[in-house]
């Protein structure tokens, strides 16, 4: 995705939070989830860590590599035109101690 549409759905996302309708995001794991969502009219979607970890074989909890978890947000984002966010636990950051 390239940076005019990124800031342009950031931008969107933002807008939506600030409508008098509550915001709904329903959380998918996969392109095909959120193309179905687009579909039925949702203006956003959102993905939940356990959700894509789970749908690949691996156990919540940042099991699934980052990599691997970059790769499944930004195939999502990449196949609707809807705002998204997306559920990256710790941000996979070092655990101190």
């Known amino acids: 995705m390239d940076k005019t549409t990124q800031i342009q759905k950031a931008e969107k996302f933002l807008a939506l939070h600030h409508e008098p309708k509550l915001l709904v995001l329903p959380n998918i794991w996969d392109p095909l989830g959120a193309r179905l969502l687009e579909g039925l009219g949702y203006p956003a979607v959102a993905t939940a860590s356990a959700a894509v970890a789970y749908s690949l074989g691996y156990d919540d909890g940042q099991k699934i590599?980052?990599?691997?978890?970059?790769?499944?947000?930004?195939?999502?984002?990449?196949?609707?035109?809807?705002p998204m966010t997306a559920d990256i636990e710790s941000g996979y950051a070092e655990q101190p101690g």
């Open 65 to 82: 590599k980052f990599s691997v978890m970059l790769d499944v947000i930004e195939r999502i984002a990449s196949s609707v035109a809807l």
